[in-house]
Each structure stands twice: as C-alpha cells, then as structure tokens.
C-alpha cells in the first residue's frame, strides 16, 4: 500500500540544472561580449614599468603608427574628434610606440578644448626579470 510520491523510472537523469547553469553562462557571455570594443588598429603599446591602472574610461582613441586615429571602432579625423566626445570628462589614449610625439599631443589637445577633464595614456606593464 505504499506509494512513492515521484515515480521516476530507474536510470533517468535530471538535466534541468544543467539546463539553468548553461543558460546563464550564455547570457554572461553575450552581455560581456557587447562591452568590448573593438579596436581596428594594431597599435603596439609602450611599457611603463611604474604604470598604475586607471578606471575604464568612456573615450578611447587610439593612435597607430601612421597617426590615424579610431574611437569607437571608426576612423575618424582630428577636427572631428570634439563632435565625438559627447559631455565625457575622462578618456584613454591608446598610442602606438611608434606614432609620433607631437600627434599625441595634437589629441590631447583637441581632447582638452572638447571638455575632457583627465586624459589618460594606456601602457602594457613591463616584465622584469629578476
């Protein structure tokens, strides 16, 4: 007379957890995938062995060798710049080792006359050998 509660055949396996986890881990993936940013110029970073990491800044441009600037995956040009800041008052400078010193100061400088306030150069950490 007496029953189970859950009949549940021999040699069956729950995979409804499985299920769970999976589908989270897929929304984990496509939400981070959405906040990276592409950069499409291989810039090659200059290493700063005394380099603090800064907060992720809003703005990135990013300089190649060549001098031509990218912010937010599209090649733009200087004077164009300030229309792109859009109010951000902090932006990172990705330039390459080999762009030119005075283009990294023309950047800057427009980035300065657009309204950002902290402009910030980014760095690869430089391996020490012991």
């Known amino acids: 007379m007496l029953r189970r509660r859950h009949s549940r055949q021999p040699g069956t396996l729950d995979f409804t957890s499985l299920v769970d986890i999976a589908l989270v881990l897929v929304v984990f993936f496509v939400l981070t995938s959405q906040t990276i940013e592409m950069r499409t110029l291989p810039v090659a ?74 402009v910030y150069f980014a760095t690869k950490t430089r391996v020490e050998d012991w």
């Open 45 to 118: 970073l200059p290493a700063a062995g005394t380099a603090d990491a800064a907060a992720a800044a809003p703005l990135e441009v990013v300089i190649d060798a060549g001098g031509a600037l990218t912010c937010r995956g599209r090649p733009l040009q200087l004077k164009d710049l300030a229309a792109l800041v859009g109010g951000a008052t902090r932006a990172t400078v990705l330039a390459d080792t080999q762009a030119r010193h005075g283009r990294v100061v023309e950047v800057v400088d427009a980035l300065r006359h657009a309204g950002v306030g902290e």
